[in-house]
């Protein structure tokens, strides 16, 4: 289908007024004509983590409802998510995946690329609002047992550096062509060192659930900014200031990827939820349990680009929603609009 002077945002991330012809949803041919006026067409957004929305949450529904959560994510220009667990027990993580497996096999809406397991292999100190029941080692069995189920699908760890058996475990999921985030930490600068060099890429949502940084142990939070790997950021404002989001922006520039870290009440009305076996409370803002702490977000990945456009502009805060998580991820379909790529109109 060719879709005649369309306003979108080039490789560049310049806007151009242009024809795009579309097979099957990815752009076989792009005509520029001229400079584009007005809104533009954005590339589709990724979320690599993302618990759930509109009324459903990944760890308690069925493929049918998740299928669900996918065709919403679509109509706000996610092209592609990664579902994302909690600590649970063994069964409850293996038959969430197998749900998350069944409902990507439909590709009519935001694609899903993999599974995100976060936890169980983090801090006991800094689980937030998990619960400590569920926490572990590492443990190589259940990364062969999702890989059983998830077939070609990526899987994503997020875990704690400090963890027992950490390294070893990180060798291995990266050897298997997997991917590990340090989160969730009480880690030194050291810990986070020892695993980029058994494989670790990225940050998980950098300043939550860590140790503060201090001026004798940058700890974890100091490795994420001086180091190279990528970083989690829910610019929410609530998770993270305006002033500490623009101290990020400025020490990684191409190396942050923008997440909704959102649960169940994304999309919804405000009132009592479940998260992570708690009662939570979702207002307009935020997501909190009883005693005040953060649970998830509300966060839309286009309420986070615009909210990082305040900090970075609008090509910047696209890119880190964009291009940077197709990039962490090797998604060769997504990341910008140029032909080849996959596209939403």
């Not at 909210?307 to 890119?319: F, Q, Y």
């Amino acid at each position: 289908m060719l879709y005649k002077d369309i306003n979108f945002l080039n490789r560049d991330y310049n806007p151009i007024l242009g024809d795009i012809e579309i097979e099957d949803g990815i752009i076989v041919s792009i005509k520029e004509k001229d400079k584009g006026n007005g809104k533009a067409l954005l590339p589709p957004f990724t979320d690599i983590h993302i618990h759930g929305g509109y009324g459903v949450d990944i760890m308690s529904s069925t493929s049918s409802e998740i299928v669900y959560l996918s065709k919403r994510l679509y109509e706000n220009n996610v092209g592609a998510y990664m579902p994302a667990t909690v600590a649970k027990s063994r069964s409850k993580i293996l038959s969430c995946a197998k749900e998350i497996r069944l409902a990507s096999k439909n590709r009519d809406y935001a694609q899903i690329i993999g599974i995100h397991i976060e936890g169980p292999f983090i801090s006991h100190k800094f689980k937030g609002i998990m619960e400590d029941k569920f926490i572990t080692c590492c443990d190589i069995s259940l990364y062969e047992d999702l890989k059983n189920i998830m077939g070609d699908l990526k899987i994503r760890f997020t875990i704690a550096p400090e963890c027992e058996g950490a390294e070893e475990f990180s060798k291995y999921v990266t050897s298997h062509g997997d991917y590990i985030s340090m989160g969730h930490s009480g880690g030194s600068y050291d810990d986070c060192q020892r695993l980029i060099k058994a494989g670790a890429s990225s940050y998980t949502h950098l300043f939550n659930a860590m140790t503060p940084i201090h001026h004798r142990e940058t700890g974890i939070i100091g490795a994420g900014l001086l180091g190279n790997e990528y970083v989690e950021v829910i610019a929410d404002f609530v998770h993270l200031s305006k002033q500490c989001i623009e101290l990020i922006a400025r020490l990684k520039k191409d190396k942050i990827i923008l997440i909704t870290d959102a649960m169940e009440a994304m999309g919804c009305q405000k009132g009592k939820y479940t998260f992570c076996g708690k009662e939570v409370t979702a207002d307009n803002s935020s997501v909190r349990d009883n005693t005040g702490r953060l649970s998830g977000s509300i966060l839309t990945m286009e309420r986070a680009v615009i909210n990082m456009s305040e900090i970075t502009g609008l090509k910047a805060a696209v890119k880190m929603a964009a291009e940077n998580p197709a990039k962490l991820l090797n998604l060769d379909e997504y990341g910008y609009i140029d032909t080849g790529k996959r596209i939403i109109i």
